[in-house]
């Protein structure tokens, strides 16, 4: 009996080990996204009003979750294609539209830059708010998952 409880126990504990920090993956993801379209606004409004050029407006604005993954110092040592490409935990649809940008960014006139930065930012947008929805559908798989996972084995069991 005592064994059985302690099964349990565990089982429990790695259920609720694993839902956490899946929903700590899914947290960073969407807080990147945020950071990224805050980003993009910002570099949006600097294009528009300062006509500045991507490297002075990467070395002005800062992110403490993006610097936390050292997207800014590649950017001020290399530049944004490289910033971007070194983000491990961006999901692949949003890398290849920031890729997309970085190899288009500065090629244009004013107005083109302005163009392409709100395209990216407006698909940015839509990512976040898709990743926000999907997360709260795997948060709550996650949070009940842990208990099923008792349930189902204390059923078995006893």
């Known amino acids: 009996m005592a064994v059985k409880t302690i099964g349990i126990v565990m089982l429990f504990l790695t259920a609720f080990h694993y839902s956490r920090s899946h929903q700590k993956a899914e947290d960073l993801q969407c807080g990147i996204l945020t950071e990224l379209c805050s980003l993009f606004s910002y570099i949006q409004k600097n294009i528009d009003c300062f006509t500045k050029s ?51 960014a500065g090629q244009g006139y004013k107005e083109e830059e302005l163009h392409l930065c709100r395209y990216t930012h407006e698909h940015l947008q839509e990512m ?31």
Request: hydrophobic share 40%; proline share 5%; glycine share 4%.
């Open 54 to 104: 991507l490297g002075e407006i990467g070395r002005e604005y800062t992110s403490p979750l993006l610097e936390e993954y050292g997207f800014y110092t590649i950017w001020k040592q290399h530049s944004l294609l490289h910033a971007i490409e070194s983000m491990p935990c961006i999901p692949l649809q949003t890398r290849e539209l920031l890729l997309q940008y970085a190899r288009s």
């Open 128 to 158: 976040l708010t898709m990743q926000k929805e999907e997360r709260n559908t795997k948060n709550r798989m996650y949070r009940t998952l842990p208990y099923l996972l008792v349930l189902s084995i204390v059923l078995l069991l006893y």
